[in-house]
């Protein structure tokens, strides 16, 4: 009676630690077995998607859409629904890495793209940033642009960087930070004059800055216009 009761203890430890083990798995199975039987049309639950999101229903969205991504990992408009619900959650990070993980498969709308991009550049992220838009078919928001050429001015790609922030500038934009990065970068590359007309147009936006007026030295030293 014993060693009964010592197996029958045995055995429900082990099947309690593969049940913790494999519970995911398990609900993966199930949850794709389940929609796959009941033939769920994609078109239908997406349309579900964005009416919980319309409707601000977004705890219940994404309980749905994490059911959705287990049995269509590949659709770019669920992880887009998802990853919007997330920065709706409070889980900015989370939602635009998933909404940037489409990039590859299919051209973000404009404003999608930048308020992904936009999430992690204020994280300093610009590795993810670097990462994910390399792969992505077409950038032609500007600020998108900006904040790509920044990244791979800070992760020292200086050649890759400069005619992103060129093409940014083309577009219009004309903040602080276009006119110090391409500043650096020209100096950088060994182009004196554009560098010091890029840093004096930054220094007569900001004549407080740091890392301006740092660029500025070195800039000048390297003109040999510095003493």
Do not use: W
């Not at 182009?191 to 007309?197: E, W």
């Amino acid at each position: 009676m014993r060693t009964f009761l010592k197996l029958f203890v045995l055995f429900t430890i082990i099947f309690i630690i593969l049940s913790v083990l494999y519970s995911r798995q398990i609900y993966r199975f199930y949850i794709k077995t389940f929609y796959t039987i009941r033939k769920i049309d994609e078109k239908k639950v997406i349309t579900n998607a964005k009416r919980l999101y319309r409707q601000k229903r977004y705890m219940e969205l994404e309980k749905y859409c994490n059911r959705l991504l287990i049995v269509f990992p590949e659709n770019t408009e669920i992880k887009q629904i998802a990853g919007l619900n997330l920065i709706k959650l409070d889980k900015p990070l989370e939602g635009a890495e998933l909404i940037l993980s489409t990039v590859k498969q299919k051209e973000l709308p404009p404003q999608l793209l930048d308020l992904s991009v936009d999430i992690l550049f204020k994280r300093n992220m610009y590795g993810d940033i670097v990462g994910f838009l390399k792969e992505a078919r077409n950038i032609s928001n500007r600020d998108v642009l900006k904040y790509y050429g920044i990244s791979l001015f800070k992760l020292g790609k200086f050649k890759q960087s400069l005619p992103v922030l060129v093409k940014a500038y083309k577009k219009g934009v004309r903040d602080f930070s276009i006119h110090l990065y391409l500043g650096a970068l020209y100096s950088r590359l060994g182009y004196a004059k554009n560098a010091a007309k890029f840093l004096e147009a930054a220094y007569n936006m900001n004549k407080r800055n740091k890392t301006l007026r740092s660029e500025m030295i070195e800039a000048y030293r390297k003109a040999g216009k510095y003493n």
